[in-house]
């Protein structure tokens, strides 16, 4: 008997769904035999918009444009600015950035845990690591005055210095969020159900991985060490003693597993850029923002996010506002083809499940 | 017979009362909003001791939370869901761009007043709102809904000819039913 | 920089140089290429880059729109992992009537940039397949990241406007008119003209 293929819309409105997204799937029986991303449905177009702000006013909306992890955003456009105009930064502002990417990324991997034990079913898990997360957003907030957008990586340094007692606070996040880990571990991954579920599931073999383009957690579940702050160190990353983990595997399982390392290396990094970090000046002040022009260039610079690989490439024409801004989140990469090709003969119920594991983020995708 | 409390029979007085303890929210996050509603739901903030909680459908749901900014394809598709929710239901706006446009108030393809579309009933604003603002949002509708007041289910019944005429403004292909009742 | 630490760029300047006519090309700086070419040649020097030069990683594409040249410039960003340099091929195409090559077929993921450029600034790529529409839904104006789609009038044409602020006048001045207070020296600083 030949199976009937039936058309599956999954979203916009999902809760399986990460973000405001659609996939529309043809499938026979529970087998999903094609896939088509639908986005769009966030687009408020960013890069217009730069278009008619000033610099420093471009600065107070890029934030915006990844939401479970803005920093990179703040990170990457000052990075540019800095570039072209060739703008130098104090030494302790690299510390503190580099201590706040980190955190960022410990606050979205906290998010992910979340985010992929639910779609697997395994609610508790969520409730544990999205309700720890909040002691992250919490010194967030310490820091920069926001929970979630902080507007504080900006061109010339860092908005403002540390406040008083901030490196014990952060310090005892750090221990509870380690001993929390071990937690975590008991729950998700010595779970059999989610091993039975990650294992052999979104298999991305290593020549795929390169002829696709993709970046991230999910190239080095590949077994390809490739990461940014370690191919292209920025900041002080070269200065700090830390290893990024890269497994054979390929399957959710793999991805999974490079991120529960990962975490580990970020409260490491934590804890030693507030150790080494020198005193002095965080800011280096930038002109009158109505008057500040920056020479004619270009740049492209990337900051490896919790996800992968985030781009900017920026250009000035001489005025006193952006010509373009364009930004390439590793969700525009893994969110659009690779999701349509990789969704190909897997189950609908992987569905959601396999894109939490890629860490597709449609607000990154569309701007 | 609801915009009145003098009015208010002692049925609606119970009807309200339990309306207000069980808000279902439609799990959709329609734009970065959506981040804050995890927080919302954990542990630390639990908003299910208000009786707050998701619902995967919108069938099912009571409350529509439009998270942020809506862009003009995501519209239809809101538009959509709301008209299949049962009455009651009622609509929050989240974030300054419901309101006015926010930040977004010179994008292209991000709609500006949200209430010219969808009734909406409580505003919460900031960019992004705290989760106490949250659910501050939800204890004011809350009241609303105890008062009768909540009533912008009936307002869109009401006025559909303008509401229907300022979305078929925006959607200019629209191809769905012109109701979804 | 000195001169010796430039060394890997410069040779791969010459290496290009020798083999394609490229129009003005430079080091820019550490770790940073910039070759400009024809539309026509696109294929062959990302061809040879990635497979003699090992620029196996396609990291960015984008667009400019320069309206003042009528022009549009097509960046093609390529990393080499072993090296570590950026590769910046540029091609310039008429705004009017531009067609590119497509390069999807040398990697993947262009296509996803190649449909977004598309939609964003309506240059057509020669055999690209994909649905038209990618990000927009029903769209019947200029493609809006062109520099002569004016956003703001746009958007007084379609959507509402909650009253209030109409002048839309600095808060500063605002503020003083209703208080009639001398502004502070720091804000005094950062006035608009």
């Known amino acids: 008997m030949r199976e009937k293929t039936t058309t599956l819309y999954l979203g916009p409105q999902h809760p399986g769904i990460t973000g405001n997204m659609m996939v529309k799937l043809q499938v026979q029986g529970d087998t999903v035999v094609k896939a088509e991303t639908h986005v769009g449905y966030l687009h408020r177009g960013f890069e217009k918009l730069m278009e008619r702000r000033n610099w420093l006013q471009s600065f107070t909306i890029v934030c915006r444009i990844c939401v479970p992890e803005p920093d990179p955003n703040e990170e990457n456009y000052s990075r540019a600015v800095e570039e072209i105009e060739g703008r130098e930064v104090p030494e302790r502002a690299k510390y503190i950035r580099v201590m706040t990417l980190e955190l960022a990324r410990i606050a979205t991997y906290l998010l992910w845990y979340g985010g992929q034990s639910g779609s697997a079913g395994l609610y508790t898990m969520g409730q544990w690591s999205v309700g720890d997360r909040n002691y992250i957003l919490d010194l967030f907030e310490d ?9 504080y990586i900006w061109p010339g340094g860092v908005r ?7 490196k014990d606070k952060a310090l005892r996040t750090m221990d509870y969020i380690e001993k929390r880990l071990d937690d975590y571990d008991k729950l998700l991954f010595e779970n059999s159900i989610f091993q039975k579920r990650a294992k052999g599931v979104g298999i991305i073999d290593k020549k795929k991985a390169v002829e696709w383009g993709v970046v991230g957690p999910p190239l080095r579940g590949c077994g390809i060490k490739s990461d940014v702050r370690i191919d292209d160190p920025y900041e002080v990353y ?5 290893e990024v983990p890269a497994m054979e595997g390929g399957d959710v399982w793999t991805r999974a597993l490079i991120r529960r390392f990962e975490i580990r290396q970020s409260i490491n990094l934590v804890r030693q850029a507030l150790d080494k970090m020198p005193g002095g000046e965080y800011y280096n002040k930038i002109p009158n923002p109505h008057k500040w022009t920056i020479p004619a260039g270009d740049a492209f610079v990337k900051t490896e996010s919790a996800r992968g690989e985030f781009g900017y490439y920026m250009v000035s024409d001489g005025g006193n506002k952006p010509r373009r801004v364009h930004v390439k989140g590793p969700a525009y990469v893994h969110g659009v083809s690779l999701l349509e090709n990789l969704l190909e003969g897997e189950n609908i119920a992987d569905v959601s499940f396999i894109m939490n594991s ?10 | 017979m609801y915009n009145d409390k003098e009015s208010q029979k002692i049925v609606d007085i119970i009807q309200n009362y339990a309306r207000k303890h069980s808000l279902f929210i439609l799990a959709y996050g329609t734009g970065c909003g959506a981040i804050e509603i995890p927080p919302t739901m954990t542990s630390r903030y639990d908003a299910e001791r208000f009786g707050i909680r998701g619902s995967a459908t919108p069938r099912q749901a009571d409350v529509l939370l439009i998270t942020g900014y809506l862009a003009t394809k995501s519209l239809k598709r809101v538009i959509k869901v709301y008209e299949q929710m049962q009455d009651p239901k009622y609509v929050i706006g989240f974030g300054s761009c419901t309101i006015n446009g926010g930040m977004y108030w010179d994008s292209y393809n991000t709609i500006n007043v949200l209430d010219k579309y969808l009734p909406v009933d409580v505003y919460i604003n900031g960019c992004m709102p705290r989760p106490e603002a949250v659910i501050a949002g939800f204890v004011k509708l809350q009241k609303l809904i105890q008062q009768g007041k909540a009533d912008g289910w009936d307002i869109y019944k009401k006025n559909i000819d303008e509401y229907k005429a300022n979305q078929k403004k925006i959607i200019t292909n629209w191809v769905m039913p012109d109701f979804n009742f | 920089m000195s001169e010796n630490k430039l060394n890997k760029e410069q040779l791969l300047l010459d290496l290009l140089k020798k083999k394609f006519i490229l129009n003005e090309s430079a080091v820019r700086r550490a770790k940073r290429v910039e070759v400009k070419v024809d539309p026509k040649e696109i294929i062959p020097v990302l061809l040879y880059a990635k497979e003699n030069s090992r620029y196996i990683s396609f990291a960015h594409m984008s667009c400019v729109d320069w309206i003042e040249d009528g022009e549009f410039e097509v960046v093609y960003i390529l990393w080499n992992p072993e090296d570590k340099i950026n590769l910046f091929v540029k091609t310039r195409i008429s705004r009017d009537n531009g067609v590119l090559p497509n390069i999807d077929f040398i990697w993947r993921q262009a296509n996803t940039y190649e449909r977004e450029i598309r939609e964003m600034f309506g240059i057509q790529f020669e055999g690209l397949v994909g649905r038209q529409e990618f990000i927009l839904e029903d769209w019947e104006h200029m493609p809006p990241m062109r520099r002569d789609f004016d956003t703001a009038e746009f958007v007084k044409k379609t959507y509402f406007k909650r009253p209030g602020r109409e002048d839309a006048k600095d808060v500063r001045e605002f503020v003083q008119e209703r208080t009639d207070e001398e502004l502070p020296d720091f804000a005094k ?5």
């Open chain 1, 143 to 151: 820091l920069t005055g926001g929970r979630i957008y902080h507007m």
């Open chain 1, 238 to 242: 070269d200065k700090l003693d830390f």
């Open chain 3, 189 to 193: 600083k950062y006035s608009r003209d």
């Open chain 1, 160 to 166: 403002r210095d540390l406040p008083k007692g901030f």
């Open chain 1, 358 to 367: 890629l860490g597709t983020c449609p607000p990154e995708i569309e701007r």
